[in-house]
């Protein structure tokens, strides 16, 4: 005899269809409709597609930022170019910034070479030279001089970078650091007076930002931010990859990443201001931070990235934060510290998270900072490589990332691992 009921003999249950959802909250999605990219199959339903300026202007969205995270070989790197390289065919604009040196491919399939930063290189990248924007001008040069201080800007160095590019703005040459700390160093009477002291005073209390700054511009990171824009990049294409590599395993790509988001940004603040001018349609742009984490440990840079993640709207721009796991973030300072709360807002800031495979141990901490359900947060260990959960405000979806025989050489990271395993 069976000791087992048979399914005949279970007793019934019935119920409507807004109950049973919550059982099985994946089927009962209707899903994100036909508008954007395509993504890859969604597990339980059909394809998906997914484009967060179109689910913003449909009030689907309040902001198109991202999160993307997952473990190492779960496929979050080839769902990032895939998705560039896809949006590009929109005309949307992809502008990376690269520590480890893995865009290249992404970059030529985009028509553009990356372009490499190193010290005493042959590329120089000026990250204050837009004047169209004072506020935003001064705002970039605060958060540069702050990282490379390690620490916040006392109020009579923030009077003194204000009013030091105040000073070059009223001239012909466009501001650069090195112009920054010549002033910083030798205040004028009238950078002075307007902050109600003497130029002996002021050159005493700025200089130690003078010191930092001039770091960038004659100590072991010469070469790259002390002077104008090199002329003849490409910056006018589908998208732009700043190659940061050369300072992976430095104490300095911080500070790097920092001037290089600062350049980004006022280069597309231009961009829009151009095509107010003549009344064309604004380009959208896509800006992905890598190793974001890393950035985000130094002063300054996580206020100045909380600013830009709340501006995303107004610039027409997705920034896209990119990191293996959420304890990252406790690398940003001390528990409680204004750093990590800076870092943890940005999550919140970001109203689509795509979360690939997390170990056991990271699941308590996703399932708090991301808001997941006791079902989503058990699902984490177990995904698949190319599987995600994607939390779009507070629809939920498992998809299975696709790419192409085309995308494949884009998107593949291992390269180089085979081929020294291959020799």
Known sequence: MRSLRSPATRPAHRATTATFQAIYPFVAEAGLGG??????????????AYDPFALYEQRALTNPNMLVIGEVGSA????????????????????ISDPKGEYGPLARALGAEPIRLEPGGSVRINPIGAREDWQAQLSLLQAICASALGRNLEPEEQGGLREAIRQLNSGMPEPTLPRIVKLLFRPTDGMASRIATTPARLAMAVRGAALALQRLCEGELCGMFDGPTTPGLNLDGRGVVLDLSAFYDSSALAVVMTCAAAWQRATMARAHIVADATAQVPPKFINVF???????SVV?????????????????????????????????????SREV???EGLLHDAQTRVIYRQVEDEVPRARE???LTSLEAELLPELDPGVALWKIGSRSFLVQHRYSEYEAGIVD???????RLAS
């Not at 890598?290 to 985000?296: F, I, L, N, T």
């Not at 840079?301 to 304890?327: E, P, T």
């Open 413 to 419: 990271t291992d390269g180089r691992m085979r081929d």
């Open 369 to 371: 900072l991301l808001g």
């Open 300 to 336: 300054g840079v996580g206020d100045w990235l909380q600013d830009a993640f709340k501006k995303s709207r107004s610039y027409g721009l997705q920034n896209i934060v990119v990191m293996h796991r959420l304890s990252d973030l406790t690398a940003a300072g001390a528990a409680g």
């Open 35 to 48: 508008r954007g990219v395509y993504v890859g199959r969604d597990l339980y339903g059909g394809s998906f």
């Open 76 to 95: 979050k790197s080839s769902l990032v170019k895939c998705y560039l390289l896809r949006q590009a065919l929109f005309g949307r604009v992809a502008w």
């Open 290 to 296: 890598d190793e974001a984490w890393r950035a985000v």
């Open 341 to 343: 709360a800076l870092a």
